[in-house]
């Protein structure tokens, strides 16, 4: 399950891939992106797409839950669950920038980048605005935009070193703009792997 990643694309060039897209996020620079943290995604507003932050972590399914600390899912894979039924419309759906992620090994991760460095990768992610939730005791309940993404079958790179899943990745601009507008029926033929060959390992 991958809870690390990177991004060091940049404002300028997402803003470029997509034409209209609007910037919240003021002046970010590349990152490493922990559960819980705040991070960039791209999201539908209602003028077009908008570039904003938001916390890592989806609501839990309240079953899992023992006390009323949700620490969130970072990670979905089950699209079938009515827990996530009701994000899976275009107005929830947004697309994680990220350059390179890791998957945990004993002993520390294992990071994978494109094999082919022009490539620009998002995740393929969820999200929802102004969730009410206890996420660390100290803070106590606050009000926050979250967000996940999907998995799914890893490919060779990755089985070698996760055997059961991988992030859902998108890289091509009709994979972007199907997951963003296009209907659930038609976006979810995206949770698919990566073809093998496509990522590579890099030095953490």
């Known amino acids: 399950m991958c809870n690390l990643y ?9 803003r470029s891939l997509f034409p209209g897209l609007t910037d919240r996020l003021g002046n970010l620079g590349p990152g490493t992106f922990y559960p819980d943290q705040m991070a960039p ?11 904003v932050l938001a916390r890592w972590g989806m609501p839990s399914p309240p079953m899992v839950l023992k006390t009323a600390r949700d620490p969130g899912v970072t990670n979905v ?7 996530w039924r009701r994000w899976l419309g275009p ?4 697309l994680v920038p990220v350059t390179a992620f890791a998957e945990p090994v004993k002993g520390g991760n294992r990071w994978f980048g494109p094999a082919d460095k ?19 005791v100290k803070d106590g309940e606050t009000v926050d935009d979250l ?8 490919n060779a790179e990755v089985a070698a070193i996760h055997p059961k899943a991988m992030p859902v990745i998108l890289t091509a601009p009709d994979e972007w703009e199907t997951w963003l507008n296009a209907p659930i029926e038609t976006a979810r033929g995206l949770q698919r ?3 093998d060959g496509t990522l590579t390992l890099i030095e953490d």
């Open 6 to 14: 990177t991004n060091t694309t940049t404002q300028e060039a997402m």
């Open 41 to 51: 995604i791209i999201r539908t507003a209602g003028d077009g797409p908008e570039l």
């Open 77 to 83: 894979r089950n699209l079938g669950s009515p827990h």
């Open 91 to 94: 107005a929830h759906r947004c």
């Open 118 to 136: 022009g490539i620009t990768m998002f995740f393929a992610g969820i999200e929802t605005r102004g969730w009410r939730s206890l996420r660390k």
């Open 147 to 154: 967000f996940a993404f999907l998995t799914c079958p890893p």
């Open 193 to 195: 792997p990566l073809p």
